[in-house]
């Protein structure tokens, strides 16, 4: 649950990262394009989170090796 309100908290940092490059590429932004923007940068910061809980949640995703050492 924490994690999932860190993303919502860090949504607005991720919202100027994805903001900035914009400007600096594209130029200035209208009303639209800046609500698609901000949509756009809460659902990168909802992924990444939910990325993280799921990895989580469901433990190393490794096989067993054999084990080195001789019998």
Do not use: C, K
């Not at 908290?9 to 698609?36: K, N, S």
């Amino acid at each position: 649950m924490e994690s999932r309100a860190y993303a919502i908290g860090i949504a607005q940092g991720t919202i100027v990262v994805v903001t900035i490059p914009w400007i600096l590429l594209v130029g200035p932004i209208d009303e639209l394009t800046r609500a698609l923007l901000i949509g756009a940068s809460w659902v990168i910061s909802l992924a990444v989170a939910e990325y993280f809980i799921y990895r989580r949640a469901h433990g190393p995703a490794r096989t067993p090796r054999a084990s080195l050492r001789p019998a």
